[in-house]
């Protein structure tokens, strides 16, 4: 069957389960069999045999040279045979393929693939325990470490959060029994994968380490959806406030203690607003944006302190000025002042007339 080419706007759904045994591909495995799904509709049942052009593939992923393409497609297809997924059901093991009916026509630059029917329960008609992600999201991705890494994290960005032992995020890797120091693991695999995450992807992850006694033994990532150049809603307001300050570049431990600092003033809902604003306030002449954020936080809480209850709860004459120039739309009342463009001896008209241009709300 032939299937309209994927884009990188297409999706790539799998089941978790089959996430926690992507382990031992390499990156043009990865590659692959995400162009192949990609082809499928994950949300019916319906398991066809597809015809792809190796030009195609070119398309999605341009690191592919053309003269190698390939022989890469033939390696990596040959490669996969030789990597069965293990699959354990009560006391019996199965070892099944991702496809069958894999095959390569020499000289046209086509090769046919189906989804293993073993495995199809994983791929196909799937409800509920999935996760999807588009091409557009890894086609960039230049190690399987950072695809790996990425298919995991995405698997939590509901949550927003993916707590994980040391040893089991080796595994999940593929790098099991290898940098045992923890150092030498986090500047050859771990930051060099989440600057990619970071660059190419539609998340942004930041991470902290649990120690005991000093020694590294699990790390939690902070998981965020691009969505301009700000994040998306968290529930946790404890998290949300902490992933806006990991994503300015603050450190981990000072933006741990701002937010405690912000959680015991009872102000989260005010900075999650605020921040925002802070942050479009800052600009290369107003010093680094870590210690600007923190400062300007601080000073924040400092007013908000000093401010009485009263005072924090009154509305600004310029919102009540608002709310009165809209009753008197709704009502096709027309305000004197305004219509003669000139503030009269009311304070809050003449805030009226600083605050809502007339170009703006067309009067």
Not at 166 to 181: D, F, M, S, T
Not at 316 to 342: F, H, M
Request: glycine share 4%.
């Amino acid at each position: 069957m032939k299937a309209k080419k994927p884009t990188h706007n297409s999706v790539v759904t799998k089941h978790n389960t089959l996430i926690a045994k992507m382990a031992k591909f390499h990156l043009s495995e990865l590659r692959l069999i995400a162009y192949c799904l990609a082809h499928y509709d994950s949300r019916k049942p319906d398991n066809c045999l597809f015809t792809a052009k190796v030009e195609d593939l070119i398309e999605i992923f341009p690191s592919l040279h053309k003269k190698r393409a390939y022989d890469v497609i033939r390696n990596t297809m040959l490669e996969l045979s030789k990597k069965p997924i293990e699959f354990r059901k009560n006391n019996e093991k199965f070892f099944w393929h991702w496809f069958s009916g894999f095959s390569y026509k020499e000289g046209e630059g086509q090769f046919n693939f189906q989804i293993n029917p073993n495995i199809q329960p994983y791929l196909l008609d799937l409800k509920k325990h999935f996760s999807k992600y588009r091409l557009a999201f890894v086609y960039q991705f230049s190690s399987a470490s950072t695809w790996k890494l990425y298919e995991n994290v995405n698997r939590w960005k509901r949550t927003g959060v993916w707590y994980i032992e040391l040893n089991e995020l080796r595994r999940l890797l593929g790098v099991e029994g290898k940098y045992p120091r923890f150092n030498s693991f986090r500047e050859r695999l771990i930051e060099s994968s989440l600057k990619e995450i970071n660059q190419k992807s539609d998340l942004v992850v930041h991470y902290e380490k649990e120690t005991d006694r000093k020694t590294v033994v699990a790390l939690k990532f902070f998981i965020d959806e691009k969505q301009g150049e700000e994040v998306i809603n968290i529930e946790n307001p404890k998290i949300r406030l902490l992933k806006l300050l990991l994503i300015c570049g603050i450190s981990h431990t000072a933006s741990n203690n701002c937010v405690n600092k912000i959680c015991k003033a009872n102000r989260e809902e005010h900075f999650i607003k605020k921040m925002p604003q802070i942050k479009k306030r800052w600009t290369s002449g107003k010093g680094v944006l870590p210690k600007y954020m923190l400062g300007a936080i601080n000073r924040e809480l400092e007013k908000l302190e000093q401010t009485s209850p009263q005072e924090q709860t009154k509305k600004p004459d310029y919102l009540i000025s608002l709310d009165c120039w809209n009753a008197k739309r709704q009502k096709g009342e027309t305000c004197p002042v305004r219509a003669r463009g000139r503030a009269g001896n009311r304070i809050k008209c003449k805030i009226c007339l600083e605050k809502l241009k007339v170009e703006d709300f067309g009067v």
